[in-house]
């Protein structure tokens, strides 16, 4: 039997294990969903925002969201954010995600890293991101990009020579199904 032949007997699905699957997500979306799939740990109400530091080997090195500090119980410290005394709102003390990415670093450092974040970061992230050596910032939302806050951050992004970019999905959603793999045949049933 020749190897055409051979090929004609296979069933179809021998036939698509032959070749590299498509479908699949590149690195620029794998490191996004990622940031997202963080930030749905997130217990603010109001906004949730995940970070992933990624290294040039396409490693990531760091994952964080915002929350409250080790210790300080996110049941008894406040989420609200227009309180008449600034203590008893958020701002004081939630660590902000790209904060939290960089300081749950794995690796000894995150020189020439990039950081995957859903929302662009504030000028306080902006300037860890400086100091911590990071230097391209990839950013989905800058729904806040008006504000004083954000354009010193780009500013300062300018000055230390961090490049900063905006993400553009090729998917709207990336959907995770734990009970989308048939187990037994070890395909995707979709
Ligand atoms: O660079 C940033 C900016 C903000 N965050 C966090 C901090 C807060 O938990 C929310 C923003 O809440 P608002 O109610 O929209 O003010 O986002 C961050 O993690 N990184
Ligand atoms: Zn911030």
């Not at 992933?52 to 490693?59: A, G, H, L, P, T």
Request: overall charge neutral.
């Amino acid at each position: 039997m020749d190897l055409t032949e051979e090929t004609k007997n296979m069933s179809i699905n021998d036939q698509n294990l032959q070749t590299k699957r498509s479908g699949y997500i590149d690195w620029q979306e794998y490191f996004m969903a990622t940031a997202f799939l963080a930030a749905k740990r997130s217990k603010d109400p109001s906004f949730q925002v995940g970070a992933c530091v990624v290294n040039r080997d396409n490693k990531i090195v760091g994952i964080g969201y915002n929350g409250m500090p080790i210790g300080c119980d996110d049941d008894e410290f406040p989420w609200g954010k227009n309180t008449p005394s600034p203590l008893d709102s958020k701002y004081l003390y939630v660590c902000h995600a790209e904060m939290n990415a960089i300081v749950n670093k794995n690796s000894a450092d995150v020189k020439d890293c990039i950081i995957y974040v859903g929302l662009f970061p504030c000028n306080e992230c902006a300037k860890i991101i400086i100091q911590s050596g990071i230097t391209e910032v990839v950013y989905l939302s800058d729904k806040n990009g008006h504000k004083p806050t954000y354009i010193a951050s780009k500013r300062m992004f300018d000055a230390a020579g961090v490049k900063y970019w905006q993400f553009k999905p090729k998917n709207d959603k990336i959907v995770i199904n734990f009970t989308g793999i048939d187990w037994e045949n070890m395909s995707p049933s979709k």
